[in-house]
């Protein structure tokens, strides 16, 4: 079936240095769709960066993911973290305008 | 344009009682997700709903929970007789075509 693997556990990254969450996933579908969701402690999932166009890099509140369909991958980096940043985050992958099937989350925490 | 709305925002209950959320999706939304975040897990979904028909609730423990959208608008999440395993926070998600979902802020339920 389909299924969303990603950097496991704890990233834990020091203030200024970039950021890199690694996402596969694995679908028998030609055009997905994937996304990155950010939830902060006690807040709910909130939409980061979303794509189905290969090769294309989207970008959005200094965040930035391209959607590599050879490789399977979409993985999310920042060039540089910021302490705000520290917080779960989620990819997504969907085919069929409607179930997300999640990976298993990241968690991302930045010391000063 | 207004989010998600959820409410109550929070819930507790004895083991055996009843409790029903309620959701109001981005207006235009077409599809309408409820989700079960248990502490420390990633969103697990329960049922979703294209317009006023459920698509799939193969995830609903139908003996107690039970979920409507008859309108196809707002939306009401209920159990019937909740249990210490029903402790989580339920989320309400809405999307239309492959834009993604947004989350609502969600109901933390505590069973005591």
């Known amino acids: 079936g389909d299924s969303v693997t990603q950097t496991e556990g704890l990233v834990t990254l020091t203030e200024g240095l970039p950021v890199m969450l690694n996402c596969t996933y694995q679908t028998i579908y030609s055009n997905p769709f994937l996304f990155w969701y950010v939830q902060h402690l006690n807040e709910s999932p909130r939409l980061l960066l979303k794509s189905f166009t290969d090769n294309k890099r989207t970008e959005h509140q200094g965040f930035h993911a391209t959607l590599h369909k050879s490789s399977s991958s979409f993985h999310l980096q920042k060039s540089s973290a910021q302490l705000s940043d520290s917080a779960l985050y989620y990819c997504a992958l969907t085919y069929n305008q409607g179930k997300l099937i999640f990976g298993q989350g990241t968690k991302l925490s930045i010391k000063p | 344009e207004a989010g998600v709305t959820q409410s109550p925002r929070y819930a507790v209950l004895q083991e055996g009682q009843a409790v029903s959320f309620w959701c109001d999706p981005i207006?235009?939304?077409?599809?309408l997700y409820w989700y079960q975040q248990p502490r420390d897990q990633g969103p697990q979904l329960l049922v979703y709903f294209r317009d006023e028909a459920v698509i799939d609730n193969s995830q609903l423990p139908s003996d107690r929970f039970s979920a409507v959208r008859p309108k196809g608008t707002n939306s009401t999440l209920k159990i019937q007789s909740a249990k210490q395993g029903d402790t989580a926070t339920y989320l309400c998600?809405?999307?239309?075509?492959?834009?993604?979902?947004?989350f609502g802020p969600g109901t933390r339920l505590t069973v005591l």
């Open positions: 207006s235009g939304h077409d599809t």
């Open positions: 998600a809405s999307s239309l075509g492959r834009g993604g979902q947004y």
